[in-house]
């Protein structure tokens, strides 16, 4: 079992920089690729980005980076000129995964969910 815990996120208005957080337990960190995914009110989940084991990343935002620290089992993602578009759950997944391909699907573990609301 692997446990995740978003913080990080907040009201804001269009154009700031926001950074997520997602501190992972209960598994080796370093044999779990990571994902960021985001879900608008009345709209499907979707993947935002993701990053391997060993730091290969996926990345679908350009205005979004994502990184992660193993030695504080860690995934974050940085969220740069937000705009009221980018209102949505943002949510944390975990695979166990040795591969050097960042996926975007097939998640095993997710978190609650940090709310990041972009003011126009």
């Known amino acids: 079992q692997v446990q995740l815990v978003e913080s990080g996120g907040g009201l804001v208005q269009a154009g700031v920089s926001l950074r997520l957080s997602c501190a992972a337990s209960g598994r080796t960190f370093n044999r779990l690729a990571m994902g960021w995914f985001r879900q608008a009110p009345g709209k499907e989940r979707e993947f935002v980005a993701s990053?391997?084991?060993?730091g290969y990343t996926n990345n679908v935002k350009g205005r979004f980076t994502i990184s992660r620290d193993n030695a504080k089992n860690t995934v974050y993602l940085q969220m740069d000129s937000l705009i009221p578009e980018d209102t949505a759950v943002y949510y944390c997944a975990a695979k166990p995964s040795w591969s050097d391909v960042a996926p975007r699907k097939g998640y095993d573990y997710w978190g609650q969910g940090t709310q990041v609301t972009v003011s126009s």
């Open positions: 990053i391997s084991w060993n």
